[in-house]
């Protein structure tokens, strides 16, 4: 068991959007990970803790997306993303929770999300979302650098293939901060 405090940890969910949780995933479907993920955040709001979600979503004509030279660019589908591909899934969330839209892989960077937390006092963020080696790994990559506590709740996470799974969750996040399940996270008052 993880035992945190209530009013110093907020739960920040990555990518839990219609055109990223409906795809070929693993090791959990989407679909596991949001009822798993709404089941944390009903904890946390619950106890009086933030609830942060996190979608990606660009411009129609891609010019707000990160355009460097890389082996293997970003590219969208032919004829563009469907029209609710950056809502978040149903029933995810809450008029309490805050909104984070971004425009790359990481939560923090060209966005309010440190400011957010250091104004509630935040120390602590405990993580969950979609792909787990891109999305929530660039966030908690971030969240170390910023100074914050990290947990990552592995089962609240997913990606496209088990061993990229395997390799953030067993090599990269436990030199970030804590791996547990979300069942494992208790709120102290």
């Known amino acids: 068991m993880i035992s945190l405090s209530a009013p110093r940890t907020a739960l920040i969910l990555i990518d839990l959007q219609k055109g990223i949780v409906d795809r070929t995933l693993a090791p959990f479907t989407g679909e596991a990970v ?18 942060i979600l996190v979608n990606v979503a ?9 355009h460097t030279e ?25 008029p309490t929770d ?8 990481g939560a923090f960077y060209g966005t309010d ?50 061993e990229m799974q395997r390799f953030a969750c067993d090599h990269v996040f436990p030199m970030l901060g804590r791996v547990t399940t979300s069942d494992a996270i208790t709120l102290e008052p």
């Open 34 to 51: 949001v009822e798993r993920s709404k089941k944390l955040a009903s904890r946390f709001r619950a106890a009086g803790s933030p609830v």
């Open 113 to 162: 999300l440190d400011l957010q937390l250091r104004r509630r006092g935040i120390t602590t963020i405990v993580l969950g979302g979609i792909a787990t080696n891109m999305g929530v790994e660039s966030t908690a990559r971030a969240a170390h650098e910023h100074g914050y506590g990290v947990v990552i709740a592995e089962d609240l996470t997913s990606t496209f293939a088990e």
């Open 58 to 66: 660009f411009a129609p004509d891609f010019a707000d997306a990160v």
């Open 98 to 105: 805050l909104l984070v839209t971004k425009k790359q892989w």
């Open 70 to 94: 890389v082996d293997r660019p970003f590219a969208p589908p032919p004829g563009g993303f469907t029209p609710d591909w950056t809502e978040l899934v149903e029933g995810l969330a809450e």
